[in-house]
């Protein structure tokens, strides 16, 4: 019983739903088919046990064998980060750990703290169309999930944290160091896009990479071995950008820009003048009357704006725009594929 126990407490809310819509399409069917009946218990046996194989497996996954711990800010990059350490040879010493936040967006106010975790995802709630379900919204879940997942990370593993020069993993850079700042482990902070730049960028070919989630898996398995080339980070570094942290940590702004090798808070509606243009430029050579989807003009600015936002936060001030009256909109609002809009 006390296995049973810990395996539910240990279930994430997305784990918990789709065990029970498992369960009760068992039933359904078995209430429907007499034969299956028969194998209601044996197939109820196979959920009980994936589930608490599941849990074993993940406490089991950070154990003695793992030598290294890459720390990323997103699913693309982490994906292909893991794709180029098993090519390499190295998925049974090496993991990743994900800290899944658009840190350039959204109050960072506190947000190693429960009161600022709620505030951040009752504000993504409010004005994001994330795409996501109500799960990622759910504020039963555990506040200080990321001091959770980080708290897995055995000590004789080293531990690598993953940046660019953008605001998002920048930010991201100072939360975990804060959130590590009482580990003994071996801590490198690797820029992964300066290391690239350095590797591969000449005067004819310069491509300049807005987060790593853009870097190809071959440019990751090349630069992967530089990541302690230079040492471990400094205390007295380690030590700045804790600091670093708390200063972020004060601000209510909503938004963060990466602006002469700095973060940088701006005001919420600083994009939409920008935003704005885009629309105009878009219907320059268009009927006066026509309007244009919601979805192009994001992508649109997304695609020409040198700074790692995210198109969440562009469609969210595209709404403002239509809110403040300032564009005409046809459709609902849900998300960017639903609407369009036009200059009023």
């Given at each position: 019983?006390?296995?049973?126990?810990?395996?539910?407490?240990?279930?994430?809310?997305?784990?918990?739903?789709?065990?029970?819509k498992?369960?009760?399409?068992?039933?359904?069917?078995?209430?429907?088919n007499?034969?299956?009946?028969?194998?209601?218990?044996?197939?109820?046996?196979?959920?009980?046990?994936?589930?608490?194989?599941?849990?074993?497996?993940?406490?089991?996954?950070?154990?003695?064998?793992v030598t290294?711990?890459?720390?990323?800010?997103?699913?693309?990059?982490?994906g292909?980060?893991?794709?180029?350490?098993?090519?390499?040879?190295?998925?049974?010493s090496?993991k990743?750990?994900?800290?899944?936040?658009?840190?350039?967006?959204?109050?960072?106010?506190?947000?190693?703290?429960?009161?600022?975790?709620?505030k951040?995802?009752?504000?993504f709630?409010?004005?994001?169309?994330?795409?996501?379900?109500e799960?990622?919204?759910?504020?039963?879940?555990?506040?200080?999930?990321?001091?959770s997942?980080?708290?897995?990370?055995?000590?004789?593993?080293?531990?690598?944290?993953?940046?660019?020069?953008?605001?998002?993993?920048?930010?991201?850079?100072?939360?975990?160091?804060?959130?590590?700042?009482?580990?003994l482990?071996?801590?490198?902070?690797?820029?992964a896009?300066?290391?690239?730049?350095?590797r591969?960028?000449?005067?004819?070919?310069?491509?300049?990479?807005?987060?790593?989630?853009?870097?190809?898996?071959?440019?990751?398995?090349?630069?992967?071995?530089?990541?302690?080339?230079?040492?471990?980070?400094?205390?007295?570094?380690?030590?700045?950008?804790?600091?670093?942290?708390?200063?972020?940590?004060?601000?209510?702004e909503?938004?963060?820009?990466?602006?002469?090798?700095?973060?940088?808070?701006?005001?919420e509606?600083?994009?939409?003048?920008?935003?704005?243009?885009?629309?105009?430029?878009?219907?320059?050579?268009?009927?006066k009357?026509?309007?244009?989807?919601?979805?192009?003009?994001?992508?649109?600015?997304?695609?020409?704006?040198e700074?790692?936002?995210?198109?969440?936060y562009?469609?969210?001030?595209?709404?403002e725009?239509i809110?403040?009256g300032?564009?005409?909109?046809?459709?609902?609002?849900?998300?960017?594929?639903?609407?369009?809009?036009?200059?009023?």
């Amino acid at each position: 019983m006390l296995e049973i126990h810990k395996a539910v407490e240990e279930l994430s809310t997305d784990d918990v739903r789709q065990a029970l819509k498992l369960v009760m399409l068992q039933i359904e069917i078995a209430e429907q088919n007499l034969e299956a009946r028969e194998d209601l218990f044996n197939n109820l046996k196979e959920l009980y046990d994936s589930l608490l194989n599941s849990q074993n497996n993940n406490k089991k996954e950070l154990d003695s064998a793992v030598t290294k711990i890459h720390i990323v800010f997103g699913d693309s990059v982490a994906g292909s980060l893991k794709l180029a350490i098993k090519q390499l040879g190295l998925a049974d010493s090496n993991k990743v750990i994900t800290l899944n936040e658009s840190f350039s967006i959204g109050p960072i106010w506190q947000l190693h703290t429960e009161e600022g975790w709620l505030k951040r995802k009752e504000w993504f709630r409010n004005h994001i169309n994330v795409g996501y379900d109500e799960s990622y919204f759910d504020m039963e879940e555990e506040a200080f999930s990321h001091q959770s997942l980080l708290a897995q990370i055995p000590e004789q593993a080293s531990i690598v944290i993953w940046c660019g020069n953008n605001a998002h993993e920048q930010t991201g850079l100072r939360y975990a160091l804060y959130l590590l700042r009482h580990h003994l482990n071996g801590i490198y902070v690797f820029n992964a896009e300066e290391a690239c730049s350095r590797r591969y960028n000449t005067p004819e070919t310069f491509i300049n990479y807005l987060q790593l989630g853009e870097v190809p898996v071959d440019k990751l398995k090349a630069v992967i071995g530089e990541a302690e080339e230079n040492g471990q980070t400094t205390g007295d570094i380690r030590q700045q950008l804790v600091k670093e942290w708390l200063a972020l940590a004060e601000h209510d702004e909503v938004l963060r820009i990466w602006n002469q090798s700095k973060i940088q808070h701006v005001d919420e509606d600083y994009l939409d003048d920008y935003l704005f243009e885009t629309v105009e430029s878009l219907l320059q050579h268009k009927p006066k009357d026509e309007f244009i989807k919601a979805a192009r003009v994001v992508g649109q600015a997304l695609g020409y704006y040198e700074q790692c936002i995210g198109d969440s936060y562009f469609e969210y001030r595209l709404r403002e725009l239509i809110y403040a009256g300032k564009l005409e909109i046809k459709g609902v609002p849900r998300a960017m594929r639903f609407y369009s809009v036009r200059l009023k």
